[in-house]
C-alpha cells in the first residue's frame, strides 16, 4: 500500500495569510493526488485533482503543486470558510489512501 | 445534478453485520469510467478509504479490512451496497459513499459525495 503523511498536523494561521501544507507519498505516485477539505458535520469537498488541476467552482485561492511523492497546497489569502481540515489522496493505485490531514486553525 | 445517499441503520451490535446502500442519481454506474467509493471517518480521527466498485463490476478493498468487505452494485436501481462483518465499537463511524471517476489508466478525484451516514456500534 502507498502510505500518506501530512505536514503540518495542525497549524494557526490568520485571515489574508498565505498558507502552505504538504503531502508526502511512501512511493512515486506521479501527478495523481487529490486535496480536499472537509468541515465537521459535512461531507469532504474537492479542491485539487492531478497533483494541480482545480475543481470546478473552487476558488483560485486554493492551488496545488508537485510529482513523484512530494505535494503541496497552498491558500494564498487565507478566508473565514477556509479554516477546516484538509487531506490529500493518492490516486495511483488502490487502495486509494488518505493522508491523516492537516488542520488550519484561527490564530 | 449528481447526488449519492447513504442509507443504513444508525445503530448496530458487535459481532453484527452492517450492510449500507448508496443511491445515487445523476450518472450511470454502467458508463465506463464510473465508479463508487466507500469511505469513513471515525469521530475526532482522519478519512479512512474503505471500497471501490467500478462500471465493470471490478472490487478493490482496503487491505486492512479486506476480509470483512463486501461491495456490490445494481446498475439497475442505481445502488450500491457495503457489508461488513464482525462489527466493533472501533468501526463507529461517519460513512460516506461517493463517485471517483477513472478517466484514463487511473482514478481522478472523488468529485461528488453523499451526506455520510453515523453508524455507531454499541451493545
Given at each position: 500500500?502507498?502510505?500518506?503523511?501530512?505536514?503540518?498536523s495542525s497549524?494557526?494561521?490568520?485571515?489574508?495569510?498565505?498558507?502552505?501544507?504538504?503531502?508526502r507519498?511512501?512511493?512515486?505516485?506521479?501527478?495523481?493526488?487529490?486535496?480536499?477539505?472537509?468541515?465537521?458535520?459535512?461531507?469532504p469537498?474537492?479542491?485539487?485533482?492531478?497533483?494541480?488541476?482545480?475543481?470546478?467552482?473552487?476558488?483560485?485561492?486554493?492551488?496545488?503543486?508537485g510529482s513523484?511523492?512530494d505535494?503541496?497546497?497552498?491558500?494564498?489569502?487565507?478566508?473565514?470558510?477556509?479554516?477546516?481540515t484538509?487531506?490529500?489522496?493518492?490516486?495511483?493505485?488502490?487502495?486509494?489512501?488518505?493522508?491523516?490531514?492537516?488542520?488550519?486553525q484561527?490564530? | 445534478?449528481?447526488?449519492?445517499?447513504?442509507?443504513?441503520?444508525?445503530?448496530?451490535?458487535?459481532?453484527?453485520t452492517?450492510?449500507?446502500?448508496?443511491?445515487?442519481?445523476?450518472?450511470?454506474?454502467?458508463?465506463?469510467?464510473?465508479c463508487?467509493?466507500?469511505?469513513?471517518q471515525?469521530?475526532g480521527?482522519?478519512?479512512e478509504?474503505?471500497?471501490?466498485?467500478?462500471?465493470?463490476?471490478?472490487?478493490?478493498?482496503s487491505?486492512?479490512?479486506?476480509?470483512?468487505?463486501?461491495?456490490?452494485?445494481?446498475?439497475?436501481?442505481?445502488?450500491?451496497?457495503l457489508?461488513?462483518t464482525?462489527m466493533?465499537p472501533?468501526?463507529?463511524?461517519?460513512?460516506?459513499?461517493?463517485?471517483?471517476?477513472?478517466?484514463t489508466?487511473?482514478?481522478?478525484g472523488?468529485?461528488?459525495?453523499g451526506?455520510?451516514?453515523?453508524?455507531?456500534?454499541?451493545?
Open positions: 500500500d502507498f502510505q500518506m503523511t501530512q505536514s503540518p497549524l494557526s494561521a490568520s485571515v489574508g495569510d498565505r498558507v502552505t501544507m504538504t503531502c507519498a511512501s512511493q512515486n505516485i506521479a501527478h495523481l493526488l487529490s486535496w480536499y477539505q472537509k468541515k465537521p458535520g459535512r461531507a469537498e474537492l479542491l485539487i485533482y492531478d497533483a494541480s488541476k482545480l475543481q470546478s467552482g473552487v476558488p483560485s485561492r486554493f492551488s496545488g503543486s513523484g511523492t505535494f503541496t497546497l497552498t491558500i494564498i489569502s487565507l478566508q473565514p470558510e477556509d479554516f477546516a484538509y487531506y490529500c489522496q493518492q490516486t495511483y493505485s488502490t487502495p486509494l489512501t488518505f493522508g491523516p490531514g492537516t488542520k488550519v484561527i490564530k | 445534478q449528481v447526488t449519492l445517499r447513504e442509507s443504513g441503520p444508525a445503530l448496530v451490535k458487535p459481532t453484527q452492517l450492510t449500507l446502500t448508496c443511491t445515487f442519481s445523476g450518472f450511470s454506474l454502467s458508463s465506463s469510467g464510473m463508487v467509493t466507500w469511505i469513513r471515525p469521530p480521527k482522519a478519512l478509504w474503505l471500497a471501490l466498485i467500478d462500471w465493470d463490476d471490478d472490487k478493490y478493498y487491505s486492512s479490512l479486506r476480509t470483512r468487505l463486501t461491495v456490490s452494485k445494481d446498475s439497475s436501481k442505481n445502488q450500491v451496497v457489508t461488513m464482525d466493533d472501533v468501526d463507529t463511524a461517519t460513512y460516506f459513499c461517493a463517485r471517483t471517476p477513472k478517466y489508466s487511473s482514478w481522478s472523488i468529485d461528488y459525495w451526506q455520510g451516514t453515523l453508524v455507531t456500534v454499541s451493545s
